[in-house]
């Protein structure tokens, strides 16, 4: 058989196996839940009825629950342009003090997840928290305004993602265009809003889609505040009655509809491209460095803003700290100990969570780059029919909210050939998450792989797209075949955005919320997130244990992020983009 009839043959197989996974994992629980929201009869998923939808509208606790996630994507996605936007204009186009140290801690608020951060914010904000004692005051900023305390939490924790976008956006313009315009007699504001921000205005959608959607979907954040009246809780509250009740079906449908809407409206109205270049700017745009007095005032503002991103790592790290009881209506605790570490690392529940989580997210990490090669080569080098719907199914994960994955991966248990008692070889395959005996680990790998594969997905395409195809071709030219001149030669050269790719999957998936809240329902098999969730409602000491497990995790991913940003630069705001 001729050698170029086997590549051919190759390539179109790759690509089904490909397309078969991300349909078996991906497109068949988003496809449950849909149903599922439409069935006459939830036991069997058999039927057809509006009711359930028509029920949700008609319940005024369901529709409060969805205008109050609405609310808080909307303010949460607004009030991240606000503070992402100005500094990544002036991080692309100024120098001043301390940039490099200050562009690298606009990543710090990436290592904890919001839910977490909610207890630090607590700790600082609360009634009984630092700011009221300092001032003698009686504020209850976080439990008479659990709406903003939500938001803020968010905002604080997202805003990396639109800086991470525009700054990648700003680095790409031609600053031709904006000397023309100078020249024409154009002022600073003028070319911003004429220029600048028509030409960023797809990079800036892209960040603000990933913000709005994980906003719109957050579960973790609102359980901490109590905030129970929206919708991500509901859902997550009715996830017992599943097997009989149709409610959380319905409302996860919702919950996609709403935001598929909103992001095939906002590309519509604001992510299309009615401005652009006429090529990638030929060269980089000049810095320009800021006088003493507005140099500094940069730098304070990065840093203003990177220290209010930070309170909630703080807050979280002297929880950790702090001996119980000791910490009421004071502005630090009043002593400290190292107890808690101890005992998120010694006893079996704790101890086990982390296991666990090291465990699911090195399998899920592995397989997501063995994915990655293999989905990067089919786009970056072949032409086969059909690597465009691949590209775009890899990327679906980051336009899907991450609660109606993981409720469709609950639906999957209940269904065909996933169900309790299936036979294979032999053996019962049995993937229950709330019957007696649950096997959740399973999921939780797919469930991790899939949520995360966008992002090893991204880093190998930027790497295959730096390396020449000729390398490759040279290799099977001298003898070697495909396979060996991928493994040899590709494969080294694209090694630092593997690694890039695989320690954004890795650290995620750590601290992977949705996921780890909904799948794992046994204390053998919670992963830290779980356990985290759990402990804060556990009395005595349970909030300073979560604390420090808490700062653990942070550790963790505060190295895998570092590394992959060392690793990636300016093309690690690609992998936040649908």
């Not at 700054?167 to 000397?179: F, R, V």
């Not at 101890?351 to 899920?364: E, H, P």
């Not at 290799?475 to 790719?501: D, E, F, H």
Request: charged share 15%; with cysteine.
């Amino acid at each position: 058989m001729p050698a170029r009839l086997v590549r051919i043959l190759t390539e179109h197989a790759l690509l089904l196996i490909m397309l078969g996974i991300l349909v078996v994992f991906l497109l068949y629980p988003i496809g449950l839940t849909v149903r599922g929201g439409f069935a006459a009869d939830p036991a069997t998923g058999r039927g057809f009825t509006l009711d359930h939808l028509r029920l949700v509208f008609e319940d005024p606790r369901l529709t409060g629950g969805l205008v109050n996630a609405f609310k808080i994507a909307v303010a949460t996605t607004t009030l991240c342009i606000l503070i992402a936007l100005p500094l990544a204009v002036l991080s692309a186009n100024y120098r001043f003090p301390f940039k490099r140290t200050l562009n690298a801690a606009i990543l710090v608020p990436l290592i904890l997840p919001p839910f977490v951060g909610a207890l630090g914010l607590r700790a600082l904000l609360g009634r009984s928290g630092s700011l009221n004692a300092l001032l003698g005051t009686d504020f209850d900023l976080m439990g008479a305004n659990k709406f903003w305390g939500v938001v803020i939490v968010q905002a604080l924790h997202l805003y990396p993602i639109i800086y991470l976008n525009a700054t990648a956006s700003l680095a790409n313009l031609d600053p031709a265009l904006n000397e023309s315009a100078e020249n024409l007699g154009a002022g600073p504001w003028r070319r911003f809003f004429r220029i600048t921000l028509p030409l960023i205005r797809p990079g800036l959608f892209a960040g603000a889609t990933i913000v709005f959607i994980w906003a719109f979907t957050e579960l973790g954040t609102p359980l901490m505040f109590d905030y129970y009246q929206v919708t991500s809780v509901q859902i997550f509250s009715g996830l017992k009655e599943v097997q009989n009740n149709a409610e959380p079906y319905a409302l996860t449908v919702v919950m996609l509809t709403v935001a598929v809407l909103c992001y095939v409206l906002g590309k519509a109205v604001f992510g299309r491209r009615g401005y652009a270049m006429y090529s990638k700017a030929s060269r980089a745009g000049e810095e320009i460095r800021l006088g003493p007095v507005a140099g500094w005032m940069a730098a304070i503002g990065f840093g203003m803003v990177t220290f209010a991103a930070v309170l909630p790592h703080i807050g979280v790290v002297l929880t950790s700290l702090a001996q119980p009881g000791s910490w009421y209506q004071t502005a630090l605790p009043q002593s400290f100990t190292l107890s808690h570490f101890d005992q998120a690392l010694t006893t079996d529940e704790s101890f086990g969570s982390i296991r666990n989580s090291l465990i699911l997210s090195l399998l899920a990490m592995v397989l997501n780059m063995v994915i990655g090669i293999m989905v990067g080569y089919l786009i970056v080098r072949t032409r086969v029919m059909g690597r465009s719907l691949l590209d775009a199914l890899c990327m679906l994960p980051l336009a899907v909210p991450g609660l109606v994955m993981a409720f469709g991966y609950v639906a999957m248990t209940l269904r065909w050939p996933f169900g309790p008692g299936m036979l294979l070889d032999g053996t019962i395959l049995d993937l229950d998450v709330f019957g007696a005996n649950p096997n959740p680990f399973p999921l939780l790998i797919i469930a991790y792989a899939i949520r995360r594969l966008p992002y090893i997905v991204r880093s190998t395409v930027a790497g295959l797209e730096q390396t020449s195809g000729e390398l490759e071709e040279a290799a099977v030219n001298l003898g070697a075949s495909r396979v060996t001149a991928v493994r040899k030669v590709i494969i080294p050269l694209i090694m630092a955005n593997l690694i890039a790719g695989g320690l954004l999957v890795f650290s995620f998936s750590m601290l992977e919320v949705s996921d780890s809240l909904i799948l794992a329902q046994k204390s053998e098999h919670f992963p830290i997130t779980k356990m985290i969730y759990e402990l804060t409602n556990r009395l005595g000491d349970g909030i300073f244990v979560a604390s420090a497990m808490g700062v653990w995790g942070m550790s963790l991913l505060a190295v895998t992020l570092v590394g992959a940003s060392v690793m990636m630069g300016k093309k690690l705001g690609s992998i936040f983009r649908v």
